[in-house]
């Protein structure tokens, strides 16, 4: 009478558990490659956001400012036009790119009155340079406390948005009001609040968060962006008092 062996069993037992043990490691490593590759790609957009910005920061300065100060709500416009045209279209190979890039050129050629006003103070130059090296170290504080921290910062996602529209209705007021003082409390308060927007942005992307490198880097994009502007309003409020 024949008995039947064990042992093959056991030994395809422990295979399978192998085969899921090395599949799920595989698994688990090109999670990992994916995750760097997009990572990657969005501070590589990101990067060169930066220099489309300045770029068109540069000829609105040195070539465009009577017409971008006559026709500014009108180039405001066309920047929230792009804007909501990437997010329709940030799957969109090519399209998306260009629109990325037609957007924050566009959002440096807004930047021109703010610009000029600042060269035109004492020092104004120094004072523009004060402000871009302030925001670069500041995003490298808040992207190395982002990666560092053992908190999870998406909780911060409601409070922060909250406080952008305190923000941003400060910001309407006083455009009306023109009070230095609110100015300066409301610049203040926007350089914190992008600040922690660095960090919680910083962190969605290293956990994959965000399902395209485009949405990534305009978000991180314009948190630099919109500390960058309210250090440079502390900077030149404080510089025309001098």
Known sequence: MALYDRKPIGNNAENFSNYDTQYSENSLAQNDIALVSFVKQTYQLFAASLLAAT???????????????????GFVILEFVLLFGL????????????????????????????????????????????????TTAIFGVMSIFALRTKKDLANMGKMLFISLIVVVIG???????GNPILQVVIAGAGAILFSLFIAYDTQNIVRGLYDSPITAAVNLYLDFLNLFISLLQILGIFSSRD
């Open 171 to 177: 910001s309407l007021i006083n455009l009306f009001l």
């Open 87 to 134: 997010i329709f279209a940030k799957s969109k190979p090519g399209l998306n790119l260009i629109l990325l890039f037609g957007f924050t050129f566009i959002t440096g050629l807004t930047l021109t009155p703010i610009l000029s006003r600042t060269l035109g103070l004492p020092g104004g130059a120094n004072i523009i340079a004060q402000a871009f090296l302030l």
């Open 55 to 73: 770029a068109g920061a540069f000829v609105g300065v040195s070539s465009l400012g009577d017409m971008i100060s006559q026709y500014y709500i």
